[in-house]
């Protein structure tokens, strides 16, 4: 809940940075001047990238919420109870340990969303976040294509 609550203020956030950026940039634009121009330009583009790059990201966080829960009501989450550290995170040593399982089950069915889904997972608890992502956009990308899911 407070990574959803966080996510809502850096979107709002943006929001009025988003509103004050191209008020600015509209005045500079105005005021006529080559350099100022360009100045406005980037004040109107910049947000805009921005805006672009927290749509992506939240609707990736939504898509994967809900292939987590759909897993979770099938019970097919991984089982595994891995020791944690003293920050609640899960030791590597013992995520390495069950890792093969799940890249095994990924390379038995590589269309299975389910399978890739686990792996993202398995990925995250190893420390290997760009690669949890990329398995996690895959179980996304898979679900997607056979209309699992939105």
Do not use: C, H, N
Request: avoid cysteine; charged fraction near 25%; glycine fraction near 8%.
């Amino acid at each position: 809940m407070r990574t959803k609550v966080a996510v809502a203020v850096m979107a709002a956030l943006l929001v009025v940075y988003l509103v004050f950026a191209v008020r600015y940039g509209a005045l500079l634009i105005g005021v006529g001047e080559p350099v100022a121009i360009g100045l406005g330009v980037a004040l109107l583009v910049l947000p805009l990238l921005g805006l672009w790059g927290l749509v992506v990201e939240v609707l990736f966080a939504l898509r994967a919420e809900r292939l987590g829960v759909r897993l979770a009501e099938e019970g097919a989450l991984p089982t595994e109870e891995l020791p944690l550290l003293p920050s609640g995170r899960i030791e590597r040593d013992a995520a390495a340990e069950v890792f093969p399982t799940y890249q095994a089950a990924v390379e038995a069915a590589p269309e299975d969303w389910r399978a890739w889904y686990r792996l993202g997972l398995a990925y995250d608890a190893a420390g290997d976040r760009r690669r949890a992502r990329w398995a996690t956009r895959q179980s996304i990308r898979l679900s997607r294509a056979v209309g699992d899911a939105d």
